[in-house]
């Protein structure tokens, strides 16, 4: 599948990247500035431009599957929490529909599914996400959410644990998580699912034969 | 009626719970602290407590409308904007379903039906009240949304323009507003409706009737 990565220039992002080739797809990664060209181009991709705070309805050219994985960091404030990781996400799920994109896959963060449980600090955080995966279940399209855990840079261990609900705050290597990103994409077992994801036991592409 | 003002002890709240009783309705304020207890009881009302960022199931009792008119206020930041403005709403909206409560009107606020098109220093505001609105279209419930713009202190003139779209960010005073709501609240021909509300040449009893 052709494959737009939104937040491709993201820690998160450039896994994904890397990975979806592995996994026998054409990412397209969708950044903002041309300074971010040459790291894609480098590896053999195709970026295309694209503003979530502005337009980018021509970054959908011949794309099958959209990800999500932008968000708009630690070091802004939750105005941008609402423009980026909110509404960025509401408007791509409603681009997708209007493209007919087959599926749809979202970077969530643990716990948006359960955002008045989580401490006063994050809890805006947590509220931005859910509505957005909220937003993304009433939508029509073919879904999957993934939540994963506290992000580390560690290398990938190729190990996770992925299930419906994991308890607490666990971590997991940003390469595994782009790595299972990857493989649910044409994973049957995970159309219209939500999966919690931290490190664990299990190869990622035996994850959904239990 | 017996009407739940939630956001009572706001500028808009307190003129909100004066003019309801002019209508005839009986305003039941909903405030965070017995501190404000007096200012209501003062005037013959019986407040109840209630914390929009935890529970307050306990203010529903016997409620056959909710008005919400809570906000963060400007001295907050846009986590709060998230967890009040929006988050606060939707889950007013949603507890107001589960009791079954006939209506429900919202003081939303003038651009929240066009986010993108505001300046960025409003945008995230734009769209967490935004997003409330749109939660309550599509809650099931009977409902009016009022988009007021810039409010003043001034006197209230009793005379303002309601319509379905009014262009740019026109002033009104905060008192019509609430005179505006507590009107619109029992009439037919407002169910279901959004408008935008500013000053004008209208006696407020006039403005369905054109």
Redesign the interface.
Known sequence: MRVLVIGANGKVGKHIVDKLSDYGHEPVPMVRDTDQFPHFEEKGHKPVLGDLEKDFDSAFYNIDAVIFAAGSGPHT???????ID??GAIKAIERSKYFGIKKFVILSSIAADR?ESTPDTI??YM??KH?ADEHLKQSGLTYTIVRPGILTNNSGTGKVKLQKHVPGFEKIPREDVAETISFLLSESQALNKSFDLVSGEQRIQETLTN
Chains 1, 2 share one sequence.
């Open positions: 404030g939750a105005d941008k929490t609402i423009l909110q509404e955002p809890k805006h509220f931005a509505r």
